[in-house]
């Protein structure tokens, strides 16, 4: 006798726009982050409200997609924001996901099932098509369901494919001489070279590693004050550069310091001065080297390859599997030993931007295919 397929699971859809919902979703949304086989660091519900409350432009709006199995279990969530922007002249309600602030590779948090949660999602964001006309979803792995279903969406909606970020990324598999050994000989000598110089010239040279909610805020002034003259001049992405962006660290770093799972890396001379300065999260089994940079002064010495790569080594060994860059300032004066030297490849993401052509986005849309064929023509 064959026994009965089992049967699909149920799931209903509800839609969070206010900050209270938010609050009081606390116990069910990090009951799932427990359990979860999908997601990560930045669909959790203590970045969302961080990143909320410290980083939300003005006239954003919280949209927050929430999915719950036949017994009303928290089975999934997506963490959405909806912005008003200019596209060729028009103004556009576009959905993004939260975790682009100061996240990455943000996604979907789920328990299981992570298609079947994406494809009831996907129902509901056509159902209620009216109150959106693109949706930008950034940083996706090339295997993820958005980019498998939503690239031909059909329904009068057209997506756009796009690549996006491009991070260093390394594997922590053996051990780190073997790492070492494999990297260009010009690579390893203008390392060598560069800390036999700063040995030099600051004897006594030491790192400093900041990874408890005491000890991380004060080594976070002083990482701020390293980036003082990159803010000033406007040369670089630094957290500085945005009094929110510091607001947001301030509350953030101790929080995930206190589970192990940030620390601020502090290379300083041999008078306690600071040469470069490292901020490091971790999201589940990946280190991820989100800001770093160095005093100008000190450029010839490629102080940020000096303490990253050496932020790298300590990696290996450890419970951590992968290692990424996001946001280096580094000196020229590295060279060929430039941190992503040291990185075995990239890891590419993508970029899809599905457009709702029954929005007035459509006629657009069409203008500008037409366009482009004739000029094409």
Same mark, same amino acid.
């Given at each position: ?23 009081? +979703? ?62 060729? /002249? ?42 959106? *006309? ?25 997506? *756009? ?28 000598? #203008?390392? @060598? ?17 900041? /990874?408890?909610?005491? @000890? ?28 929110? +962006? ?16 940030? #620390? ?5 001379? /041999? ?9 490091? +999260?971790?999201? /589940? ?62 890891? *590419? ?26 000029? *094409?023509?």
């Amino acid at each position: 006798m064959s026994l009965p397929e089992s049967c699909p699971p149920v799931y209903s859809v509800t839609v969070v726009h206010d900050e209270a919902a938010l609050v009081r +979703l606390r116990t069910d949304w990090e009951t799932l982050e427990d359990q979860a086989e999908e997601g990560g660091r930045y669909s959790s519900w203590a970045y969302v409200r961080l990143a909320w409350q410290h980083l939300a432009p003005p006239g954003t709006r919280l949209w927050l997609m929430l999915v719950r199995d036949g017994q009303g279990r928290l089975h999934g969530v997506l963490p959405l924001v909806c912005l008003v922007e200019r596209h060729h /002249g028009l103004r556009l309600q576009v959905l993004r996901h939260i975790g682009i602030w100061e996240g990455d590779r943000p996604g979907l948090l789920a328990l299981d099932d992570g298609d079947g949660v994406w494809a009831v999602l996907w129902e509901v964001l056509v159902a209620r098509r009216s109150e959106w *006309q693109v949706l930008d979803l950034r940083e996706l792995l090339p295997d993820s369901w958005p980019l498998r279903h939503l690239v031909q969406p059909k329904q009068a909606f057209s997506g *756009q494919v796009r690549l996006d970020i491009v991070a260093p990324f390394q594997r922590l598999d053996g051990d780190w001489a073997a790492h070492a050994s494999r990297r260009a000989a010009a690579a390893q000598a #203008a390392r @060598d070279q560069c800390h036999d110089r700063l040995q030099a010239r600051h004897s006594g040279a030491t790192t400093v590693v900041a /990874g408890t909610p005491d @000890d991380i805020l004060p080594a976070l002034d002083c990482y701020l004050q390293l980036e003082r003259p990159w803010t000033a001049e406007g040369r670089a992405i630094t957290v500085g550069c945005n009094l929110r +962006l510091v607001a947001f660290y301030r509350d953030w770093l101790p929080r995930l310091a206190a589970r192990g799972d940030a #620390a601020v890396w502090l290379l300083l001379d /041999g008078e306690g001065r600071a040469l470069a300065g490292l901020i490091r +999260l971790r999201d /589940g089994d990946t280190w991820i080297e989100r800001h770093a940079c160095f005093d100008p002064a000190h450029a010839d010495l490629a102080p940020t390859l000096l303490l990253a790569t050496e932020a790298l080594q300590r990696s290996f060994g450890t419970s951590a599997q992968v290692s990424t860059l996001v946001n280096l300032i580094e000196s020229k004066d590295a060279g060929a030993a430039g941190v992503r030297h040291w990185y075995d490849g990239p890891c *590419q993401t993508q970029r899809l931007s599905v457009r709702n052509l029954r929005s007035w986005l459509g006629p657009v849309v069409w203008l500008k295919e037409r366009v482009g064929r004739f000029r *094409q023509a």
